[in-house]
């Protein structure tokens, strides 16, 4: 009995961990975390970093960073999103699901387009659009890179300035996105503080014009 007695922890230990294993979420490809974020992900919010880089002439895959930006961001699917910069400047993109507003602070001046017509097979489409994402873009496993699992989107329409589009989730949670353009350029974002199915209300899309603020039909 005594040995019984000083056996049952470990078998009780043995056991809670064989249990642990069993429902611990299991997070396999970035392919299959980047559909269960669009299938189950209807709204979030969060902070972002941007940084850009270009290739360096002459110094074989070399690359320059020239621009880096901060700030936050919310979305509820579809379409209604705000992308919020505010350093190194203030600067709005906001859209209520039929119209996209961007809004430059230091130039008073609001360019609106339809939305539509903005997103299409972009990278914005990704998070802030349909959870259809495959029928824009062609998805392909591109590895694991500093513990995060990355997928490849290619844009099936030929109508678009990114080449290919990466997005890597770690342990399930959206973490970073490389975004190729036609000209060799990267566009590098970084996501921190996620709260992934917050409440947001449809007012907080809803684009007010600034007093005074040009607007421009784009």
Partial sequence: MLGFKRSLPLMVGAVGVTLAAMVAPVYASGTAQL????????????EFEQKQVKPQQGQDGAMKVTN????TFEFSRPGQFVWHYTKPYDQLLQADGTTLYVYDKDLNQVTERKLGDSLGASPAAILFGSNDIEKSFSLKDAGVKNGIDWVELKPKSQDTQFQRVGIGFR???????????????????????MQKNPSLPAGNFKFTVPKGADVIKG
């Fill in 68 to 71: 880096n930006a901060s700030g």
């Fill in 171 to 193: 342990d399930g949670n959206l973490a970073a996105m490389e975004l190729y353009d036609a000209f060799g350029n990267v566009t590098l974002l970084t996501f921190s503080n």
């Fill in 35 to 46: 559909k269960a974020f669009a299938a189950q992900v209807k709204s979030a919010r969060g």
